[in-house]
T-cell receptor, first 113, second 111 residues
Framework: SAVISQKPSRDICQRGTSLTIQCQVD?????MFWYRQQPGQSLTLIAT?????????ESGFVIDKFPISRPNLTFSTLTVSNMSPEDSSIYLC??????????FGEGSRLTVL | RKEVEQDPGPFNVPEGATVAFNCTYS??????FFWYRQDCRKEPKLLMS???SGNEDGRFTAQLNRASQYISLLIRDSKLSDSATYLC????????????FGTGTSLTVIP
């Protein structure tokens, strides 16, 4: 298993501002993923955070809007930049420990006013 | 076209009923398949993996049909605690190990 801590667990932000979400894993992992879950919907993969190289973004997501850092094998951050109400969502960090199972953090619930 | 498609439900069934969820995936080269469970306001957690030979875990049976690109989950003798959203998940390891989620099927088991 994996223990994943995300911070903040929730936040309310003003439009136009940026928020950085942190994800800490209790062991080293090769791949970390960032997902978004909008109200009433399933999870959408934003990007794969690679250690030592730039993140790989899925279609519809760009680095300028969602910059990601991955300074080491246990930590990653996702920034939601220049926020608008449409960015209100739950953002989830997850890892794959090469067992075929994804482990998730508890999520960061973001509300943009 | 979405990577994974599911019937969103909702399914409202009485305790003890048998309920089946279906899921289709678009990429025939997908490699691994899973059912995850997500409780309200919680993160998803793995329920079971899905193999071509089919697999069973207690009251839960998962099936994979690669020819039809179809995945199913059968829940027998439903319990109140089975109420949750069930997510069909497909993994494509060769493109960077991304996992793709269906929209989820909502199940409510009624006393």
């Amino acid at each position: 298993s994996a223990v994943i801590s995300q911070k903040p667990s929730r936040d309310i932000c003003q439009r136009g501002t940026s928020l950085t979400i942190q994800c800490q894993v209790d062991s080293q992992v090769t791949m970390m993923f960032w997902y978004r879950q909008q109200p009433g919907q399933s999870l959408t993969l934003i990007a794969t955070a690679n250690q030592g190289s730039e993140a790989t973004y899925e279609s519809g997501f760009v680095i300028d809007k969602f910059p990601i850092s991955r300074p080491n094998l246990t930590f990653s951050t996702l920034t939601v930049s220049n926020m608008s109400p449409e960015d209100s969502s739950i953002y989830l960090c997850s890892v794959d420990k090469n067992t075929g199972e994804l482990f998730f953090g508890e999520g960061s619930r973001l509300t943009v006013l | 076209r979405k990577e994974v498609e599911q019937d969103p439900g909702p399914f409202n069934v009485p305790e003890g009923a048998t309920v089946a969820f279906n899921c289709t995936y678009s990429n025939s080269a997908s490699q691994s398949f899973f059912w995850y469970r997500q409780d309200c306001r919680k993160e998803p957690k793995l329920l079971m993996s899905v193999y071509s030979s089919g697999n069973e875990d207690g009251r839960f049976t998962a099936q994979l049909n690669r020819a039809s690109q179809y995945i199913s989950l059968l829940i027998r003798d439903s319990k109140l605690s089975d109420s949750a959203t069930y997510l069909c998940v497909v993994n494509k390891r060769w493109t960077g190990n991304q996992f793709y989620f269906g929209t989820g099927t909502s199940l409510t088991v009624i006393p």
